[in-house]
């Protein structure tokens, strides 16, 4: 129930092109998410060109391994998007932040890993209120120490979450594709643990080292690194 759409969409892409119609619909996946990536790590001044670069590179380098034709593929766009629109609002307060919802809609119908989308608006709630504590103590973190405009971003990073899980409800089986990502998570981690460990896409990298290239793993702990400095 929680991938119907993406089957739809792969269904219509090979029915419409066969196999040349599921390789242009990956690149139309793929492309979009690391240009997201690249036009975010510019920066608000749209001058850090080179880190930009640097961080796109590593991502893809990263991911490749994943840019199969599955349904967990347009996660990677769906995350893209959601952090590209909210670094937007941060930077400059964007109307099109609204567009996150709409993520959200798409997401809980193509695949289970949409509380991401969740833990992203959540995250943005949780610096929202920081910065607006920190600014009533005339402290600048990320922002400036007006704290009435802090107040009122944290009203609308509030108002942005409770959207996302409304977002969560929209499909045929609202409390099914809700839930149904914790339900696993608790069946496979407390009931069925030896289940995870043959999963290959929830095995940690780290943990499992044979599976993975050695250059991949060089590139995802730099990209760690560079995510930290950032």
């Known amino acids: 129930k929680e991938k119907w759409a993406f089957q739809l969409v792969v269904v219509g892409a090979y029915r419409a092109l066969g196999w040349l119609g599921l390789v242009l619909l990956r690149i139309a996946i793929v492309v979009p998410a690391f240009l997201l990536v690249f036009l975010m790590g510019r920066g608000p ?12 590179l590593l991502a893809l380098v990263t991911a490749h391994e994943r840019f199969c034709v599955r349904p967990e593929l347009p996660s990677l766009l769906y995350a893209a998007a959601d952090v590209y629109l909210l670094t937007r609002d ?10 996150v919802a709409g993520v959200q809609v798409l997401w809980v119908n193509m695949h289970s890993s949409h509380p991401i989308g969740l833990g992203l608006a959540g995250f943005a709630l949780a610096g929202a209120l920081v910065r607006w504590g920190l600014a009533r103590r005339g402290i600048a973190w990320g922002g400036g120490t007006d704290a009435a405009a802090e107040r009122a971003y944290l009203v609308r990073a509030a108002k942005l979450l409770g959207a996302v899980v409304l977002a969560c409800l929209v499909s045929p089986a609202p409390l099914h594709n809700a839930s149904y990502p914790f339900v696993l998570a608790l069946h496979l981690y407390h009931k069925a643990p030896w289940f995870s460990e043959a999963i290959y896409e929830i095995l940690p990298p780290f943990h499992a080292p044979e599976l993975f290239p050695t250059w991949a793993l060089a590139a995802y702990r730099l990209l760690l690194v560079v995510s930290c400095l950032s």
């Open 45 to 56: 001044d749209r001058s850090g060109w080179t880190w930009a670069g640097l961080v796109g």
């Open 90 to 99: 941060r930077w400059a307060r964007d109307r099109w932040v609204w567009a």
